[in-house]
Every structure is written in C-alpha cells, then in structure tokens.
C-alpha cells in the first residue's frame, strides 16, 4: 500500500515569509508526528497528533511553529516568518496505533530558507 | 548531555564482517528501544525494536538492551554492501515522544 507521503519534497523560500508542509499517513494509522531532522543528526521531535487532537507540541520551537490534523488524516505544519535557522529537512511519520514504537517516516521536505 | 547518544562514525568494514552499533542513554523511564535504518535521502525505517532487557534476533540482525548499563547495541552479522546506511537508535517510555540518536553510518566494502 501507499506510505506516507508529503508535499512539496523541496521548498526555497525568502526569509520572513510563511511556508505550509503537507503530511498525507498511511491511511487508518491513528498517530501522526512531526520531526525535524538536521544533516548529521536524528529526527528531533516536534509535535504529536492522535487523530485530530494535537497532544503534544512541546518540541515546537517557537510560536512561529504551528500544526494542524483538522480531519484526522492530513496534517499541515506551518512556519510563519521563515527565518534562516529553520532550514532543514522536516519530516513525517504515523503509526498504527495511539502509543507505538513502529513509526513509518515519509521521505521529508527540505526547506531552504534564504 | 543528550538523552540517547551515538557514535556518529563513520565505520567502514568488509563485506562478510561482524558489525557493531551501540548507544547509550541517560533516561531511566524508557521501556522501548529501537533500530532504525536510514539509507541516503530515504526517511527512517523500522529495522527492530526491544521491550526493556534483553535480546531480539532478526535474521542477521540482533538487538541488545542491558539497562543496568543504559547500553543499547545493534549486531550485525555477514554483512553486505546492501547495510550500508545510517544507523538511528531510538528509545521512549511508552508513550508517544520517542527520542532518537544522532545516527551512525555504517560503510560496508564489497
């Protein structure tokens, strides 16, 4: 089946501007995360989504961050005023179940603040 | 000090080799420990995962937790070029924040 998928892979954008990522799950997978990953590292949690409900956005880094599970499936992460630290890859991932260890991870979007 | 910490290599070993991967973490409270394989601008996959101590064998793959140490150690065995990847040890307390090391490529020669 599909795994997750999300939109765009590569976004360039000016510094100051806002930017939308689009995060698509495995279709019926209850848990959605939302990771940045920096070259060289591991995925840095952001946010958690059970369904809908966003249950946890300690990780967020700022209140320029911000994401949204409307629907229970797709999820948008949103940065306002993009600023040159924000480059990095951000990716995605869902699981199955409300507390699970299997998380699949989308292929990321890189975003390039210039 | 990070909550899980890898050696970030990178390890290079021939085709056929025993490869070792380990981590060590500092929180108590976790209960999951997991592996995940990360080939060149792929996202991370699953490879294994252990509950508490002990072993988990997969194939060529072993897991290994000992948590009087905080240890956390990946064997691979009759390694082949395919393994070449980054290697993400991972762990939470069964909850929903899992934490990840920084990842430790591993370059297998044909």
């Known amino acids: 089946g599909a795994g997750v998928s999300q939109s765009p892979r590569y976004k360039v954008t000016k510094r100051g501007q806002d930017v939308a990522l689009r995060c698509d799950p495995i279709s019926g997978h209850v848990s959605l995360y939302w990771y940045r990953q920096a070259l060289g590292q591991g995925p840095e949690f952001l946010t958690y989504?059970?369904?809908?409900?966003?249950?946890?956005k300690s990780g967020l880094p700022n209140d320029r961050f911000s994401a949204e599970r409307p629907e229970g499936s797709i999820s948008t992460l949103t940065i306002q005023r993009t600023e040159q630290r924000d480059s990095a890859m951000y990716r995605c991932?869902?699981?199955?179940?409300?507390?699970?260890?299997?998380?699949?991870f989308g292929p990321g979007t890189r975003l390039t603040v210039t | 000090q990070k909550e899980v910490e890898q050696d970030p290599g990178p390890l290079s070993v021939p085709e056929g080799a025993i490869v070792s991967l380990n981590c060590t973490y500092s929180?108590?409270?976790?209960?999951?420990f997991m592996w995940y394989r990360q080939y060149s601008r792929k996202g991370p996959e699953l490879l294994m995962y252990t509950y508490s101590s002990g072993n988990k064998e997969d194939g060529r793959f072993t897991a290994q937790v000992d948590k009087s140490s905080k240890y956390i150690s990946l064997f691979i065995r009759d390694s082949q070029p395919s393994d070449s990847a980054t290697y993400l040890c991972a762990s939470n307390t069964g909850g929903f924040k899992t934490i990840f090391g920084a990842g430790t490529r591993l370059f297998v020669k044909a």
């Open positions: 991932a869902s699981s199955p179940d409300r507390f699970s260890y299997e998380q699949y």
């Open positions: 929180n108590s409270a976790f209960q999951y």
């Open positions: 989504f059970n369904y809908e409900a966003q249950q946890d």
